[in-house]
C-alpha cells in the first residue's frame, strides 16, 4: 500500500482552493477549471480532487462494532428548530448505568459522515458520553457522499439549525445518565458552531473550538465557558476573526487558552484528508481530552480487582476474560503499572524472608495457603499484616515475616510474624510459589493470565496496574 498524502505532498495554492471548494466559495467545475494548471502527469485535476476529499477508511481509530461501547441512535426534539435532530449517541459498555460526563460533537460542514462518527467513539473511550447530531436531519441526514452533503448544506435553514443545537444541548445536560455536566467540541463549521454555543449557553461547562470562524468581538462578554482554541498554522478564512475576537475576550476576562499549530493547514485534525498533521493532531485532541477532564469534573474513581486472560489487546485496552467467563473491557491508564509475575522454588520460602499469602482459614486457627508469594526485598514490609481477601469467600492475605519453615509429609507449615501478631501458614503440596518483578507493556499480550487493579477514570474502567504472567504462566491470584 503507497503512503498517505500528506498536505506537503500538493502545492499551497490548490490547497488554498480546496478550502475554498470545501467552504463552498467554490463549486467542483470552478474547482477543477483552476486546478488543472496544478494537475501533473497522471494525475488530472479530478485525480487532485479525489487525492484531497476524504478517506474514510484510512482514518477510523475505532471500529463502529466496538466492544467496549454501548452506540444508538436517537432522535432529539426541537421545538423552535426543524422539529426533531437525529444523533449518535455513544457511551463506554463498561460505565453501566453510571453518570458520566457529556461532551456534544459538532460536524464539519458536511453534516455527521463517518470521521464525525468516529470522533465520538475516541471521547467515549476517553470516558466520556459523546453525541453527535447531524444538522443534515431536515433533509434526510448524511448521504453518504460528501459532494452531496455538501450541496445538501447549502440548503438548510441556519436560525433553525442552530436552534436545534441548543435543543441537543439541552438534551444532553439534562439525561439521567449525565452529571449535569457537559461540554462541546466542533470542527470548521463546527467549530463556529462550539463558539456561538458558548456565547449563548452559559451553563456550558467547557468548549473546544477546532478552527472555527469566531463570533463577533461584541458577544464575547457573554462567554462563560472555559475555552480552548485550536487552530492551524495557515488558515486565511478562520484565523482573521480570531484576531479581531481574542482582545474582545481579555477584555471580557474570559477563560481561554488558544494554541496554533505551526505548518498546519485547515481541517489538520481530520485524519480522513491529506490536510492531516499527525503530531499537532495528537497534541491537539490530548490537550482537548485533559481541557474535558479538568472542566467536566467526572465522578470519583472506584477501583476493583479483575484475575483471568487476556482476550483481546490493543495499545489503548485490553479484553480479560474472567473466572467465571465474564468479558471484561477495559481501558489501559497511559501510565498504567506492570509486573511481571514468574514462579520461583519454595526453598525461596525461608527464615527472613517476607512472603504474601492468599489463604483459606482453617478449622484448627491455621491458614492453608493458595499460593505464596515471596517479595523482593526493596519490597518488604508492603501491606504488612493479616486481613480479608477478594480471591474467594472467607479468603484472608498475610503478608509476614518468615520466623519458621517445618517440613511435613503433607507439605510444610510455615510460621510468619506481622506488626501485631502471626499466623501458621499450611503449604501444601502443588501450591504456586512466585515472585515478582518489574515488568512492561510487552507482558500484555493476547492470551497471558494477569490479575489487575481497575480503577473507574471519568466514568470508564481503567486498568491501572497490571500483574502479568509471560509465556503462558498463570498468576495465582
Known sequence: MPPRLTANDFDPDLLVLFDAYVHGRMDRRGFLSKAEKFAKAGMTAAGLLAALSPDFAAGQQVRKDDPRLRIEWVDVPSPLGNGTIKGYLVRPAAA????????????ENRGLNPHIEDIAR?????????????ALTPVGG????EDKARTAFGTIDQPKTLQDFLAAAAWLKARADGTGKYGAVGFCWGGGMTHKLAVLLPDLNAA???YGPAPAPGDAVKVKAPLLVQLAGTDDFVNPSWEKYEPALKAAGAKYAVYQYAGTQHGFNNDTTPRYDASAAKLAWERTIAFFKTNLAAAPARTAR????????TASSIVVRTRTGDMVPLALAPDVVVTEV??????EVRAGAFIGSGAMPQADGTQRAIAVFVFPEARRGSGEGHYPFDYAPESTMTNATVAEVVGASDGSRIRVRYKDGEKTIVVLPGTPIASFKAGDRGLIVNGASVSLT?????GVATATRINAGRGGYVVPY
Open 96 to 107: 453501566g448505568s453510571m453518570k458520566l460526563p457529556a461532551v456534544l460533537v459538532i460536524h
Open 122 to 134: 475516541r471521547l467515549a473511550l476517553d470516558g466520556f458520553m459523546a453525541f453527535a447530531p447531524d
Open 142 to 145: 448524511y448521504p453518504g457522499d
Open 208 to 210: 473546544v473550538p477546532f
Open 306 to 313: 479483575v484475575r483471568g486472560t487476556i482476550v483481546s489487546s
Open 342 to 347: 514468574y514462579p520461583v522454588d519454595f526453598s
Open 454 to 458: 481497575a480503577t473507574e477514570i471519568d
